[in-house]
């Protein structure tokens, strides 16, 4: 059986025509290939072909019954076509609306995941938010567009991005995914370090050689350098719109001398659009947790030009269709004693409906326990905690907010920090713990400190 063989069997198992990456990925696998080599030859960045990849795995498990991986597919297909050609149980042909609820219950149960990573763009697990989603995947079809997705941590900003990507891909677009969390701290400490970082994963992401040393001109400058590598180099090797994704850029924020230098840069790099239809290729997307507090020319910050998005609590209603799909029974008391203690925090949400819908723990053991090092989230609220030792400053301001009924104003760069992470919520320029769980752990584990 060759690829395109192995293709078209995958395609009637799973009743459907698969995207233009999922048969990348699929293909690829099947002629041995890791996933390193496929983000090599495909420009994507690995993590989102492992999701890919993974959901593939988890229909055919499904659809077939055994289980299937990367490694063993070859193997596995290559038996089922020695077999009578496509005769599968008739159990394993119905649709899911042919299924019996115990057979959709089981499949259900055995695909959920705990929810440690962002939701891959095809899980019924996303809940969408309207309208970001419409808005998004409308506005990376436009030339020369720029995006940006602002929300606290694990709000599900990747979750949404992987949903930009998968608009993107859908298009035909290139795509090259940058996060500022795989740069060395050292990157951030000059405009050049930074720039030539920038440039070498971008190359690294298009499979393109970085000819950066080439492009560079100590005269000119590393921002008029950058601008010339993207622009005799990057744009014009590509073919079709490349959508340039920077996650996590939040990180070059606490590093005002180098920030001044690379957001305007950016802000050009849209601009240029603007002028020139090699530059209306690419569309950029900017993630990042909260506002900036350099301060940046209104004409030279990306952050007033493009479609802004942010990202909502979930309101009831979606934690209630969320808790449907966990398999879970609930009404509305269910949700609103969940919520007085996670409000609509997205992540706080599926790691209390993963543990309930597995039957690991009860409602009222669940909520009785949630802030003791014994309860669901005590590795969640052990690691915010570590963080906030390593400042003192950061720990001083959230146990004045935990012991106080009121919003209290903080210094506006420990507030920027503390939303950043989202333990806070600001009201104007006060602020108060996001959530009542954050209130009851920070209460007590700042106080055994103290003690």
Not at 193 to 201: H, I, M, Q, S, V
Not at 255 to 261: F, G
Request: aromatic share 10%; glycine share 4%; net charge negative.
């Amino acid at each position: 059986m060759d690829s395109e063989k192995a293709l078209k069997t995958v395609e009637q198992l799973l009743q459907k025509q698969l995207t233009q990456i999922e048969q990348r990925v699929l293909i690829l696998s099947w002629e041995g290939q890791s996933y390193k080599d496929i983000e090599e030859n495909t420009g994507y960045v690995i993590g989102y072909l492992r999701d890919i990849g993974s959901n593939m795995w988890k229909e055919l498990s499904s659809v077939m019954q055994r289980r299937v991986t990367k490694k063993n597919l070859p193997m596995i297909l290559e038996q089922f076509q020695q077999h009578d050609r496509f005769l599968m149980p008739a159990k394993e042909l119905q649709t899911d609306n042919e299924r019996s609820p115990e057979d959709t219950s089981a499949t259900i149960q055995n695909d959920l995941s705990f929810p440690s990573a962002p939701v891959p763009f095809n899980s019924r697990l996303y809940i969408k938010r309207p309208p970001v989603e419409k808005l998004a995947r409308g506005e990376i079809a436009n030339q020369g567009c720029l995006l940006r997705i602002k929300a606290p941590q694990k709000m599900g900003k990747s979750s949404l991005l992987n949903q930009v990507i998968a608009r993107a891909d859908s298009l035909g677009y290139q795509i090259a995914y940058l996060d500022f969390r795989d740069a060395e701290e050292k990157v951030f400490d000059s405009i050049d370090l930074l720039l030539r970082w920038f440039g070498a994963a971008v190359c690294q992401q298009l499979n393109l050689p970085p000819n950066l040393d080439y492009y560079w001109d100590e005269d000119m400058g590393s921002k008029m350098s950058c601008k010339i590598f993207f622009e005799s180099y990057i744009l014009q090797h590509v073919d079709r719109p490349l959508v340039l994704t920077i996650n996590e850029l939040n990180r070059v924020f606490e590093h005002p001398q180098t920030a001044v230098d690379f957001l305007p840069l950016i802000r050009s790099f849209h601009e240029q659009s603007k002028r020139s239809a090699l530059w209306q290729k690419l569309r950029i997307v900017l993630v990042y947790s909260t506002d900036i507090y350099v301060p940046l020319k209104i004409d030279r910050s990306p952050f007033n030009v493009g479609l802004s998005l942010k990202l909502s609590q979930f309101d009831p209603q979606q934690v209630s269709d969320l808790a449907q799909r966990y398999e879970l029974n609930w009404q509305s008391d269910e949700v609103e004693r969940l919520m007085s203690l996670v409000g609509g925090h997205p992540y706080l949400i599926n790691i209390a409906l993963y543990y309930l819908s597995r039957e690991i723990v009860s409602l009222e053991r669940l909520l009785l326990d949630a802030a003791k090092p014994t309860g669901i989230y005590s590795q969640h609220l052990q690691n915010y905690l570590i963080l906030l030792q390593k400042d003192p400053r950061l720990t001083s301001a959230m146990k004045r907010l935990v012991n106080s009924s009121e919003a209290i104003e903080l210094d506006i760069l420990i507030a920027y920090k503390l939303e950043s992470m989202g333990l806070i919520q600001l009201e104007g320029f006060a602020a108060r713990p996001s959530y009542e769980l954050y209130r009851l752990y920070f209460g007590e584990v700042l106080k055994l400190k103290e003690d």
